[in-house]
């Protein structure tokens, strides 16, 4: 039911009686009235259109002024003054009081915003203040920033610095390296020109001598029938001279490596005769220092193929001439008189070619670290072998077989024996002479592991000019048999090292020692000389190539320190060293 219903049909009948010109003024007065947005003021509690809607209400009621028009009117007027009075009723509530008061904040709060003004005192001094102070702090966390980058930088060119002076250091060695490889490597070059020189002279002598000899010959059984002119004799005798003279220098020089080989073998003898004083006194320090020597010198017994194991030797070997020293000049000549002895014992058993490399490599090592012991080694050697001088000795028309033998280094036999002097068999003979040849020529061709300079009188040159020599003289019973040893041991680095050269004295054994060899069956001479014939045939077959030999590069084994302390303990029970009180004859 609307709002006014039964005042509606009290209207209607009133207004239907109404006059029409009433009617029509009241209509024209309601259109005329306009509605107005509900007032703010607290103290109005009515409005112009409240005080018209109620004029209109009190003429409703007057029948005569109603129609359906007004009546229509009306009933709209009545609408409005309602929701008027809801308006009134929504704005006198507090929550609409609490969003007026609100919306005012907020408009104050923009107008301040918008009325802000930077030129403010306050606010400038307050930003300059906050400005100053994260200006410093800025400023401070920048100097720490530049220090550390300075910090930095200051290592970096300190680093490089460092860096550039290694490089420098490296560059500055390596060429001093190459040009010491550059220099050395001219020196060998002029020392092989002038031993195959030498070689050539020498042959071209003999065939000189031996044109001669036939000229002379034929001189004698037959008579000349033209006289030469004395151009002709003049030419011949400046000739026959000079040929002199050359065999003069070729002898000189030939008779230099033979001294400087005795001379050697006298140093040994008289360091053995210095040495003999100690292990004969009776002094029981001398008698405790010299134990002590000899024990430590069984270390020689305990070497094997694996680099870690050498090393061990020769550090042992390098300690026990270090203590030596410590003691004196003279227990330092008695170390390295036992060292050089237990060593040429191990020189003398060997039985291949691959066992020589290890032991080849403790001698090379120790006289690297030691050099006195250089020339006690190599007059050890020269003692057992004349051929690593090399020498050759020609019996004297006064001279026994059995002295001429003894003075060649043969030895007594030990078992049974079908020569007539009791003493070895020749293979024997032949067979140790090879085995010398062979573990000094493992010495020669061996670098030392910590890549140090070889010790002078032990380094391939003198290999070469052993090798030379050997091919230089007149052929006798062991020449095939050494000049293969040395091939086989140390020809791959002779090749990779002279090249050229080495070919050429190849093509000269081929042509000038193999066919003058000796063939004789019983001796093994001739067995030497086959395989001499045979190895040059592979190294032409090969393309002027060698194999490495077996044994030549070291590698690890498993040996344990138990195996080596038990050597150890079993080289100390040896009965050499059970010799009593160290008086009378000379034991090691």
């Known amino acids: 039911m609307r709002f006014g219903v039964d005042e509606e049909i009290v ?80 704005t006198s509530s507090k929550a609409y009081k609490v969003l007026c008061e609100t919306l005012q904040r907020a408009r104050q709060d923009a107008e301040a915003q918008l009325c802000w003004n930077p030129d403010n005192s306050v606010w400038k001094e ?73 070689i050539e002279t020498t042959w071209k002598l003999r065939e000189l001598r031996a044109i001669q000899a036939r000229n002379e010959a034929m001189n004698k059984e ?39 080989g005795f001379e050697r073998i006298k140093r040994v003898e008289a360091l053995q005769t210095r040495t003999r004083a100690i292990l004969n006194d009776v002094n029981p320090m001398v008698k405790k220092i010299r134990m002590q020597i000899r024990r430590q010198a069984g270390v020689c017994n305990q070497i094997a193929a694996a680099p870690s194991v050498i090393k061990s030797v020769v550090i042992k070997i390098h300690e026990l001439f270090q203590m030596a020293k410590s003691f004196g000049d003279a227990y330092l000549m008695l170390a390295l008189d036992l060292v050089a002895l237990n060593l040429s014992k191990q020189v003398a058993s060997r039985d291949d070619y691959k066992s020589c490399f290890p032991l080849a490599h403790v001698i090379q090592m120790t006289c690297v670290q030691t050099p006195a012991f250089t ?69 020669y ?17 003198h290999c070469w000019t052993w090798l030379a020599r050997l091919v230089n003289e007149p052929p006798h019973l062991l020449t095939g048999a050494l000049v293969l040893t040395i091939l086989e ?37 001739a067995n030497a000389a086959g395989q001499l014939t045979l190895f040059v045939n592979q190294y032409v077959a090969m393309k002027c190539q060698l194999q490495e030999p077996e044994g030549r590069v070291l590698h690890e084994t498993k040996l344990s320190e138990a195996d080596e302390a038990r050597t150890e303990q079993r080289a100390l029970h040896h009965p050499m060293y059970q010799r009593g009180r160290g008086r009378g004859k000379r034991h090691y």
């Open 126 to 198: 307050n930003t300059l203040v906050s400005t100053n102070t994260t200006g410093k702090n800025w400023q401070a966390i920048r100097l720490k920033e530049r220090k550390k980058l300075e910090c930095i930088e200051t290592e970096v060119r300190a680093y490089q610095q460092l860096l550039a002076t290694e490089k420098e250091r490296e560059k500055a060695e390596q060429n001093y390296e190459e040009q010491v490889a550059v220099d050395q490597e001219e020196e060998v070059r002029a020392k092989v020109s002038k031993w195959l020189e030498l």
């Open 375 to 443: 020339d006690v080694i190599l007059g050890y050697f020269h003692q057992m072998c004349v051929f690593t001088i090399p020498w050759y000795r020609v019996k004297q028309p006064m001279e026994s077989i059995h002295e001429y033998k003894m003075a060649m280094g043969f030895q007594p036999a030990i078992n049974e024996s079908v020569d007539r002097e009791k003493l070895e068999h020749v293979t024997e003979y032949t067979r140790r002479m090879t085995m010398i040849t062979a573990v000094l020529a493992a010495i």
């Open 222 to 260: 037959e008579v000349m029938k033209v006289v030469p002119s004395k151009a002709e004799a003049v030419e011949r005798k400046h000739k026959v001279e000079e040929v002199h003279e050359q065999d003069q220098v070729v002898q000189m020089n030939a008779k230099k490596h033979v001294v400087e």
């Open 489 to 525: 041991v140390a020809g791959f680095a002779l090749l990779r090292t002279y090249k050229h050269q080495f070919h050429k004295l190849l093509r000269l054994i081929a042509r000038d020692v193999c066919p003058r060899l000796s063939q004789n069956a019983k001796t093994g001479a």
């Open 445 to 461: 061709q061996t670098i030392p592991y910590d890549k140090s300079v070889a010790p002078k009188g032990l380094n391939l040159d």
């Open 11 to 90: 209207t209607t009948r009133a207004l239907e009686k109404a006059p029409k010109a009433l009617l029509r003024r009241e209509s024209c007065a309601i259109n005329t009235q306009r509605f107005r947005a509900p007032s703010s003021d607290s103290l109005r509690t009515s409005s112009d259109e409240e005080d018209s809607s109620r004029s209109l209400l009190s003429m409703s009621y007057n029948p005569r002024h109603l129609t359906r028009k007004s009546r229509r009117e009306l009933l709209k007027q009545v609408e409005r003054a309602c929701e008027h009075k809801a308006v009134i009723a929504v």
